[in-house]
């Protein structure tokens, strides 16, 4: 196939992912209501139990939710796939005169028009607590948004694989949220690393949530970069390299069936 033919293909059915949307609204529950839950819960009922010196806890928490947000985006992934391959669509799929890397790459970049409303949700809800940049430029901003735009594309490849492993949606659900729901807690999404007992501390510095939590908050909020931000996207590359064939591998063994 051309590469406009993958460009076409690919096209369609990332248009046939996003209609299914509408159609099933409860899959907008991630995007929309679980963030703004977790937001306020955090906000208004731990927040004034934590401590972050030199901020208001709104300003340190909204990127770590950000983060925590993006992430997960890719479960629609995980579960478009898995019930894909349950029934039998990735077999109609292999008889269509179609590029068969279109079906993966509509998928994640599917997601990625998702992330962009869990981003407008997760902001609006932000600032209405009472979030602001802090001596923050325009470049500094967009940055930040395009560094969790590029995690939730390779968070998209992971959610892929699962689901493709996955024998129901259900079970590609449970596997996402078991894998990365602690890894999110285990970091400084919620609550500055520093605080943390020894053992728990050093794995938490070293866990690329944090990397990418204060990534964010030293373009948004105008703390010490170190290397953050770099090392961000080499996670964002490293991930990406990694599940991306692993995910398409998987897909051909499924379609080969």
Known sequence: MSVSTTVEDTTVLAKRNLLRIPRQPDLLIAYTIQPVMFVLLFVYVFGGAIQTPGFDYVDFLMPGIIVQSIAFGGFVTALGLSEDVKKGLIDRFRSLPMSRAAVLTARTSSDILLNCLSLLVLFAVGFAAGFNFINAT????????????????????????????????????????????????????FVPAESMPDGLRQFAQANPFTTWSDAVRSLWLDTPANTDVWMSFVWCIVLTAIFAPLAVARYRKVAAH
Do not use: Q
Request: proline letters at 4%.
């Open 138 to 189: 325009a470049g500094e901003i967009a940055l930040g948004i395009a560094l969790l735009l590029f995690m939730g594309y390779a968070f998209s490849w992971i959610f892929a694989l699962v689901g493709l492993f996955s024998s129901s949606p259900e079970t590609a659900n449970s596997i996402g949220f078991t894998l990365i729901f602690p890894l999110t807690f285990a970091s400084s999404v």
